[in-house]
């Protein structure tokens, strides 16, 4: 995977508003922070560079104190676009799909 970059964020963020603003497979509770996200998913304890996958992203803690998290990371990674063959076999596939459909009828 290729990592797009770290955004980071105060923990005490809306996690609702981040998950809608980047499209992230997340249901934060209603009101919920993106600490408190971070917090209740990782267990008590959760220390700087501690990570929690969410799709093809990663909330990351990136800074505490002694009350918990203060910053989250958001780390946007996206994987490496298909090569030429996988995406000629992939056509091949669905042309063999197609033609068979044809025949059939």
Do not use: K, N, W
């Amino acid at each position: 995977d290729v990592v797009l970059g770290d955004f980071v964020f105060p923990a005490d963020v809306p996690a609702v508003r981040l998950v809608s603003a980047y499209g992230l497979p997340a249901e934060p509770a209603e009101g919920e922070t993106l600490g408190q996200y971070l917090a209740t998913r990782l267990g008590a304890g959760a220390s700087v560079g501690d990570a929690l996958r969410i799709g093809e992203s990663e909330l990351v803690v990136h800074d505490t104190d002694g009350d918990g998290i203060t910053q989250v990371a958001l780390r946007i990674e996206s994987r490496p676009p298909p090569t030429l063959r996988s995406l000629a076999v992939r056509a091949m596939v669905r042309i063999r799909r197609l033609r068979r459909r044809m025949l059939s009828s």
